[in-house]
Every structure is written in structure tokens, then in C-alpha cells.
């Protein structure tokens, strides 16, 4: 069974709006440019890791994305109480490593789901918010983690290009 990237609707990212949108345009820009990358492939498609030694896979990276966003946005900005979604103390690169732990379908759910609560999660909060983590003393912003993760977005995209060509030898931002 083949998953299919939803339609792809053309996106634009915005130019000359407020901080706030543009920020969050570029990060939806990004996010479905992974999953585009993922479309029309099936589950051993999605699992291979074509690019030995490496153990990157497509569906590893969107595994991964769910974790960051949900450590990012929910854990360390807004302060919920949860656990990660895949990784563990024992496993901590779970979301690379486990990829038969869950089918593709509904990694891609939890993914959806995910990103819709981190957006819920911070869209009351300014982008001026600062929060406090273990590893540092002065804490991060809002701000600093839209750009973080427009960047680890981007920076899997590349990840995603590779890893796609050696699929199938599909190329293109599609």
C-alpha cells in the first residue's frame, strides 16, 4: 500500500507581513515540503535507508520532526507535561532506529496531529515568551525556536532530497 501526500496545494511562504506569520509560513512551507517528499511511496519505501552507512529513512525523519516539534513547541515552550513520542530513556533514537514500531499511516497521523497541537499550543503565547530548559541558564524564546525549527526543517529537507533520489530518483522541491 502506497501513502499519498494529501493534494499538494501550492505554498507560499509570506513576504513583507508581520514576524509572526512570516515565521509561521516558513514553517509550513517546510513541513509539507517533507511530506511531499514522502508522497506516493510505500512503507519499505518510506523505511529504506538509502544512503549507507547513514540510517536516515524518510519515515525516520518524519518520526524524528514529530519529536522535535513536540519537544520544542509543547515540552519546552509551553510547558506541557508529556512524554516524547517515540524515543525513551533505553531508546533514545527511537524515531530512527524503531521504524517497524509503528505503520507509516499512522506515523504520518500522529505527525498531523502533533503539529496541529504545537500550533495550538503557542498561538497565545508572544514570540517574546521566554522559557526556561535543563541544559541552558538563560533560557530561549519563542522566536528562537520558530527559527530552529525552520532551520531543522530545512536542514532535513536536504536529508529528505537525497534520500527520495536514491529511492526512486525523484528530484524537486514538488
Not at 514576524?19 to 516558513?26: A, F, I, V, Y
Not at 513547541?73 to 524503531?98: N, Q, T
Not at 503565547?125 to 530545512?154: K, N
Request: contains cysteine.
Amino acid at each position: 500500500m502506497t501513502w499519498q501526500a494529501p493534494e499538494l496545494v501550492p505554498t507560499r511562504t509570506l513576504v513583507g507581513a508581520d514576524e509572526r506569520p512570516m515565521l509561521q509560513s516558513w514553517l509550513d512551507f517546510h513541513r509539507q515540503t517533507l511530506l511531499n517528499k514522502c508522497g506516493g511511496l510505500d512503507a519499505a519505501q518510506l523505511a529504506k535507508r538509502s544512503v549507507p552507512p547513514s540510517n536516515l529513512s524518510l519515515l525516520g525523519l518524519v518520526r524524528h520532526l514529530t519529536e522535535v516539534e513536540r519537544g520544542w513547541f509543547r515540552v519546552s515552550a509551553a510547558g506541557e507535561d508529556i512524554g516524547p513520542v517515540y524515543a525513551s530513556e533505553l531508546e533514545p533514537d527511537a524515531d530512527f532506529d524503531d521504524l517497524d514500531s509503528r505503520p507509516a499511516p499512522e506515523v504520518f497521523d500522529l505527525f498531523h496531529a502533533e503539529v496541529a497541537a504545537c500550533d495550538a499550543a503557542v498561538a497565545d503565547l508572544s514570540l517574546d515568551h521566554v522559557f526556561q530548559v535543563p541544559w541552558r541558564s538563560d533560557g530561549y524564546t519563542l522566536r528562537w525556536v520558530y527559527l530552529h525549527m525552520i532551520e531543522e526543517y530545512a536542514r532535513h529537507n536536504g536529508h529528505a532530497d537525497l534520500l527520495r533520489e536514491r529511492i526512486d530518483g525523484v528530484t524537486g522541491s514538488f
